[in-house]
């Protein structure tokens, strides 16, 4: 099966810290993802990637930035971590993004900014 | 125009029941179709894909209509551990594109 890890379940965080968020997959996908989920407003994409170090913005880039340096890995990084940023962050991978069989997501980090 | 929009519910169904859910999206280049499942503080998972021709897997049965723009998942003989958020996802030429859920409760 498809692994996805999302090194940290829960976080809690100072506003004004910088802050990573680590994702590694272990099916060599070419295509990963960072969504955030908040009540009511659904599953939103932040940035993804179809190849090492190649990114794209997604729906709310805004107060985010990602790194992929490494095929299996997916960095998202919060350069000053406000409280609005408090939320659910799911990774997720696939081998294809238009068709296929769809997304694998990491069990999601929820991260607290105080 | 929201790209894909479900009912949020809640739907709560007896046990035993059957329950559909809808959904519209709104770009008609998507090419793929999807249903997630996620379970409260879970990931979502992938329950199915949805084809043209409709697919049923088990109590599930999932419909497109590509004229009207909708997808539709039918759940018979509802279980407990039914009682989850179900996702309508549609992609085209971007990532997928999640509907914000449907939430059903299966009621003893």
């Known amino acids: 099966d498809v692994k996805v890890t999302q090194s940290s379940r829960y976080l809690v965080k100072r506003t004004g810290e910088k802050v990573f968020l680590e994702c590694v997959q272990d099916?060599?996908?070419?295509?990963m993802f960072w969504y955030r989920q908040d009540p009511g407003l659904g599953l939103r994409l932040i940035y993804f990637?179809?190849?090492?170090?190649?990114?794209e913005k997604g729906d709310i880039p805004e107060g985010y930035s990602v790194s992929r340096e490494k095929k299996e890995r997916f960095s998202l990084i919060l350069e000053s971590a406000s409280t609005n940023q408090t939320s659910m962050y799911l990774c997720?991978?696939?081998?294809?993004?238009?068709?296929?069989?769809?997304?694998?997501f990491g069990s999601g980090t929820r991260l607290t900014v105080v | 125009r929201k790209e894909v929009e479900q009912d949020p519910g809640p739907f709560n169904v007896p046990e035993g029941a059957t329950v559909a859910f809808n959904c519209t999206y709104s770009?008609?280049?998507?090419?793929?179709f999807f249903w997630y499942r996620q379970d409260c503080r879970k990931e979502p998972k992938l329950l199915m894909s949805?084809?043209?021709s409709g697919n049923e897997d088990g109590r599930f049965t999932a419909q497109l209509n590509r004229a009207s723009q909708y997808i539709s998942l039918l759940i018979r003989d509802s279980k407990l551990s039914d009682s989850a958020t179900y996702l309508c996802?549609?992609?085209?030429?971007?990532?997928?594109?999640f509907g914000k859920g449907t939430r059903l409760s299966v009621i003893a």
């Open positions: 770009n008609s280049a998507s090419q793929s």
């Open positions: 949805v084809y043209s």
């Open positions: 997720a991978s696939s081998f294809l993004v238009r068709q296929g069989p769809g997304y694998t």
């Open positions: 990637s179809y190849d090492v170090k190649m990114k």
């Open positions: 099916m060599d996908h070419e295509n």
């Open positions: 996802v549609v992609s085209g030429n971007t990532p997928l594109v």
